[in-house]
């Protein structure tokens, strides 16, 4: 049985057997997958001690849609994550970002612009890019994609316009802004300042030239963070492992 080829990401892997490997991937062409590799822990063989976390790979993969998991028959390794030989925080971004795509996606559904997003955030995170700016980008762009992005431009709950001054009201439960009229009947209402909600479209534009424009002093941030991690919570139902280790300021600890 021929496989198919298809670059993937290495988000989980699971030791299996003495040789062998469960590994989850997001692949750019099939979505979420999970595959074993048999061999995957001999030194030698077809996959060449390639799929570590967060590795990028092309693989070949045999699909078995009925079966639970797909055979993983061969991985070459196009670049490894580095972020381990940096810095804890950028250990700590990428395990971030592995947690968010396995909770978030759903087998088999290939979006390319994910796949894509996530390689260009890996390439910041283990590179020198701003880490607390990285993930804050892509926690909203990959909500975006998925169409859960939270609603900044009118109420969430009647469609009608958002007031033009004063504390804007974020609702949970509505998944973005609500006016005057509909706030008392939400019980999840987290206040958001005008400037952060600003900051929050300006991101949400997926305008990348737009990044060194937003203002984010370190009060935005925190706000920011907060209310992105708290809204990730309520879609999921639950707090993600790796969020108490998120950056909680701007600035990017000191890699040397
Ligand atoms: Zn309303």
Redesign the pocket.
Same mark, same amino acid.
């Given at each position: 049985m021929s496989g198919e080829t298809c670059t993937a990401i290495v988000l989980r892997t699971i030791e299996f057997s003495e040789t062998s490997l469960i590994v989850t991937l997001l692949t750019r062409e099939f979505g979420r997958i999970s595959a074993i590799a048999k061999g995957a822990r001999r030194p030698k063989g077809p996959f060449e001690g390639s799929l570590d976390l967060l590795s990028v790979c092309r693989v070949v993969v045999i699909r078995k849609p009925h079966a639970g998991l797909d055979l993983l028959t061969e991985a070459k390794l196009h670049r490894r994550f580095r972020g381990a030989e940096r810095s804890m925080e950028r250990t700590n971004a990428g395990y971030h970002v592995a947690e968010m795509l396995r909770l978030l996606t759903d087998e088999h559904d290939p979006l390319p612009e994910l796949y894509d997003l996530t390689t260009e955030t890996l390439s910041q995170i283990d590179g020198t890019g701003n880490v607390p700016l990285a993930l804050l980008r892509f926690d909203v762009l990959s909500l975006q994609i998925l169409g859960s992005a939270p609603g900044m431009d009118r =109420?969430t709950? &009647?469609g009608?316009e958002i007031p033009p001054a004063g504390r804007l009201a974020f609702a949970l439960d509505t998944s973005g802004l609500? =006016?005057g009229? &509909?706030r008392p009947k939400q019980h999840r209402i987290i206040p958001v300042r005008r400037a952060v909600a600003a900051a929050l479209r300006t991101l949400l534009s997926g305008d990348k030239d737009a990044d060194d424009a937003i203002d984010v002093d370190a009060k935005n941030y925190g706000e920011l963070r907060g209310l992105i991690s708290r809204y990730i919570q309520s879609l999921l139902g639950e707090t993600p492992r790796m969020q108490p280790f998120l950056p909680t300021k701007m600035e990017t600890g000191n890699d040397a």
């Open positions: =109420c709950h &009647c009608g609500v =006016c009229t &509909c």
